[in-house]
């Protein structure tokens, strides 16, 4: 507050950018860190959805994945340059190291691990993600996509192994690490 101008200048409040493999409670656990920590939030593949007027797996199926991937890079910029939001991420965000640079600049990236057994739980049932669909073996499909994207992830310094997490509890760790990192 500047004495007297009645002005308050107050710190722009970092995003919370949550990172991590299919099934990792990014959407789930980034809703309810969100509301306790009174930011707004928000779901890159909802967002694609809605401003392509298709889903990720008709995206997936009309335009290609690369098509996907530049809506992704693009909406990573547009996301990066407000603040005060907690963002899920899509699985894939790592894949273009770009990403992570670009939100880093205005947030704290949390990467929640999920372990291949468990990714495979959590998401068996789900049919709106492409990426699983294509094999019929899809604990098969879960673990090598996992192997090939473990060293990104865990190239991520803040990270939570949510494996053995409920939602709540990863909720809790989430907002423990994001106010020890943004200073609130
Ligand atoms: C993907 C993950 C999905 C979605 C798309 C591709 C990936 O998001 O972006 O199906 O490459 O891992 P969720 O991680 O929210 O399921």
């Given at each position: 507050?500047?004495?007297g101008?009645?002005i308050?200048?107050?710190?722009?409040?970092?995003?919370?950018?949550?990172v991590?493999?299919?099934?990792?409670?990014?959407?789930?656990?980034?809703?309810?860190?969100?509301?306790?920590?009174?930011?707004?939030?928000v779901?890159?593949?909802?967002?694609?959805?809605?401003?392509?007027?298709?889903?990720?797996?008709?995206?997936?199926?009309?335009k290609?994945?690369?098509?996907?991937?530049?809506?992704?890079?693009?909406?990573?910029?547009?996301?990066?340059?407000?603040?005060?939001?907690?963002?899920?991420?899509?699985?894939g965000?790592?894949?273009?190291a770009?990403?992570?640079r670009e939100?880093?600049?205005?947030?704290?990236?949390?990467?929640?691990?999920?372990?291949?057994?468990?990714?495979y739980?959590?998401?068996?049932?789900?049919?709106?993600?492409?990426?699983?669909?294509?094999?019929?073996?899809?604990?098969?499909r879960?673990?090598s996509?996992?192997r090939?994207?473990?060293?990104?992830?865990?190239?991520?310094?803040?990270?939570?192994?949510?494996?053995?997490?409920?939602?709540?509890?990863?909720?809790?760790?989430?907002?423990?690490?994001?106010?020890?990192?943004?200073?609130?």
């Amino acid at each position: 507050m500047e004495a007297g101008s009645g002005i308050c200048y107050s710190k722009p409040v970092k995003n919370l950018v949550l990172v991590g493999f299919m099934g990792s409670g990014k959407t789930d656990a980034g809703k309810v860190a969100a509301k306790r920590l009174g930011m707004a939030f928000v779901d890159m593949d909802a967002i694609i959805e809605v401003r392509l007027g298709q889903t990720i797996s008709q995206v997936f199926e009309a335009k290609g994945e690369p098509f996907f991937r530049e809506q992704e890079r693009a909406l990573v910029r547009e996301l990066s340059a407000k603040m005060g939001q907690v963002i899920a991420t899509g699985g894939g965000i790592v894949l273009d190291a770009g990403n992570l640079r670009e939100f880093e600049r205005t947030g704290v990236v949390v990467c929640c691990w999920v372990d291949a057994r468990v990714a495979y739980e959590r998401t068996k049932h789900a049919r709106h993600r492409p990426l699983l669909e294509a094999d019929a073996d899809r604990l098969a499909r879960v673990e090598s996509l996992l192997r090939v994207r473990e060293p990104l992830y865990k190239a991520i310094p803040l990270r939570v192994d949510t494996s053995a997490m409920s939602v709540e509890q990863q909720a809790n760790e989430l907002i423990r690490i994001y106010k020890q990192q943004a200073g609130g």
